[in-house]
């Protein structure tokens, strides 16, 4: 199969090129932009576009092997949805993650970059639409977040979160705020959506208990 449209588990390739990259989070239905700048990961885009169109973005193991850091074992496999390429040769490209996999094996390959043995079975799920559930407190969730802004001194659009629906708002808000990889990392690997909810319910009271350093300007949350 090459590019084209993923459904089912059986859709999605068996082997898929990796892209480490610690402190960035790509969840199912959400897009994550890109700037590939590096040999090696511009050999790997150039690669996916001829192929399946498909990149697994997954963290690395902290503390470990700079020159090959160790892979943590749950990614999520985005598709290229768009991309130009720059005057000096870069590719900003747009990926939609799809599904999110476990690593069975990471493979001896001759190309620069990294590929691995995906297992995708225990996120069947993934495939499914984000909906607005009719179990979300939000008045909980929203005052949740409202300190934990204020303890990081950042301000959103709150108009936007007191209208988006429950499951987009949380996967948008768990990619974009300030969390440390291995919190992203317990986002990512969060079974469901509702577990989702309350990880991130969660990370943020403890994050809002913590103290701070001298209060700065509310900076905008982009």
């Given at each position: 199969m090459t590019s084209g449209k993923f459904r089912t588990l059986s859709d999605l390739p068996p082997v898929i090129p990796v892209f480490p990259l610690s402190g960035v989070?790509?969840?199912?239905?959400?897009?994550?932009?890109?700037?590939?700048?590096?040999?090696?990961?511009?050999?790997?885009?150039?690669?996916?576009?001829?192929?399946?169109?498909?990149?697994?973005?997954?963290?690395?193991?902290?503390?470990?092997?700079?020159?090959?850091?160790?892979?943590?074992?749950?990614g999520c496999l985005g598709q290229i949805n768009s991309f130009s390429e720059t005057p000096d040769g870069r590719y900003e490209i747009i990926l939609t993650g799809l599904c999110r996999f476990h690593i069975a094996e990471e493979l001896s390959v001759l190309t620069p970059y990294r590929q691995v043995k995906a297992d995708y079975r225990s996120y069947g799920d993934d495939f499914l639409p984000l909906e607005d559930r009719t179990d979300f407190d939000r008045p909980r969730f929203l005052a949740a977040l409202k300190r934990f802004l204020d303890?990081?001194?950042?301000?959103?659009?709150?108009?936007?979160?007191?209208?988006?629906?429950?499951?987009?708002?949380?996967?948008?808000?768990?990619?974009?705020?300030?969390?440390?990889?291995?919190?992203?990392?317990?986002?990512?690997?969060?079974?469901?959506?509702?577990?989702?909810?309350?990880?991130?319910?969660?990370?943020?009271?403890?994050?809002?208990?913590?103290?701070?350093?001298?209060?700065?300007?509310?900076?905008?949350?982009?």
């Open positions: 989070l790509m969840l199912p239905h959400s897009q994550l932009p890109l700037n590939i700048f590096e040999p090696r990961y511009l050999n790997m885009f150039d690669d996916a576009m001829a192929s399946h169109r498909v990149i697994g973005m997954i963290q690395t193991v902290p503390g470990s092997d700079r020159a090959r850091p160790d892979l943590v074992k749950v303890h990081q001194g950042l301000e959103i659009d709150w108009g936007g979160a007191k209208a988006a629906p429950s499951e987009p708002l949380v996967a948008s808000l768990a990619a974009a705020l300030p969390f440390s990889p291995a919190e992203r990392q317990a986002l990512l690997e969060a079974l469901s959506p509702a577990d989702r909810r309350e990880v991130l319910l969660a990370l943020m009271q403890i994050n809002a208990a913590e103290p701070r350093g001298d209060d700065d300007a509310p900076t905008p949350l982009q």
